[in-house]
């Protein structure tokens, strides 16, 4: 810091991120961090598309999962790549399915085109209201107005209420994933799940309104668990004997949907 003063400004700004992304990497530990592995592939590659594709073409031609084929290219938010001839896209796909559309291309942009893409053209564009979105991709789901608090992130709130980050950036036209407090956000979920979310969700604020009392507990009352594939709310608190509303509540999860593999979840010690 001795020589900050003395960098060029566009240096000033990254040598601190570079210097901050070093600590977390070597110290993450420390903090109650947990490092996370990746469910994707590491292998991927990219492929230029000049057509209008949905991902559901290319996961039911390949045999991919539709989710996993999201997670890949998430700047995609309404799962359609709107390229043509004159402006292409990427997509990311694992390694050894690249030749496979490569060489089945043509069975891809034609699978069920009628049905994306009537008249060879894309659906109409969304709504938008008072710098909301009302997207067309949220039949059967019921709207939820989530009001932020300090401290949420972007990321946070999605993994609440189990859906994904790109969706709740996309139907709140979310800018560089920045929110602030007392904003209200739009979150659609399936309906049968809302009345119950909407119950934690309740639950959740007047907790935090009443200090946190959960939050600020003795760190000595608990030992901690990472949860691993397969595993849901149910199965652990019946593992630890705990209620499965109690654990929920503990770790500020909203969602039975809303655990990630490698997440560190508070267990409360046997007494």
């Known amino acids: 810091w001795d020589i900050y003063a003395f960098l060029p400004r566009e240096t000033r700004g990254y040598v ?7 600590y977390v990497m070597n110290y993450y530990d420390e903090h ?5 592995i990746p469910a994707m592939p590491t292998a ?10 949905h991902f559901d073409q290319v996961s039911s031609v390949l045999g991919i999962d539709p ?5 890949l290219n998430p700047a995609y938010r309404r799962g359609v790549i709107p390229a043509t001839t004159k402006k292409q896209y990427p997509l990311v796909l694992p390694l050894g399915k690249i030749s496979e559309f490569i060489d089945r291309d043509t069975s891809v942009y034609a699978w069920e085109r009628n049905k994306y893409f009537p008249n060879n053209a894309l659906a109409g564009p969304v709504e938008k209201n008072s710098g909301y979105f009302v997207p067309d991709d949220v039949k059967g789901k019921s709207k ?35 929110i602030r407090a007392g904003q ?28 946190n009392e959960i939050g600020s507990a003795n760190i000595n009352d608990f030992e ?13 608190a019946t593992q630890f004997g705990m209620n499965t509303d109690e654990l929920m509540s503990i770790n ?16 409360k010690k046997k007494t």
């Open 67 to 71: 989710e996993y084929v999201r997670s």
């Open 16 to 22: 601190p991120l570079f210097v901050a992304a070093t």
């Open 224 to 236: 901690y668990y990472t949860v691993k594939r397969g595993d849901t709310p149910n199965v652990i």
């Open 144 to 178: 939820i107005v989530y009001t932020v608090r300090s401290g949420d992130t972007v990321g946070g709130i999605a993994k609440k209420y189990g859906i994904r980050q790109a969706d709740l950036v996309y139907w709140n036209n979310i800018r560089k994933n920045l």
């Open 32 to 36: 109650n961090l947990t490092p996370r």
């Open 252 to 267: 500020g999860i909203l969602s039975e949907r809303g655990l990630q593999i490698g997440q560190k979840l508070k267990i």
């Open 184 to 211: 209200k956000l739009a979150i659609y979920v399936p309906e049968k799940d809302k009345q119950k979310l909407e119950k934690t969700v309740a639950k959740a604020e007047t907790t935090a309104k009443s200090g």
């Open 44 to 53: 991927v590659d990219t492929v230029m598309i000049n057509k209008y594709l």
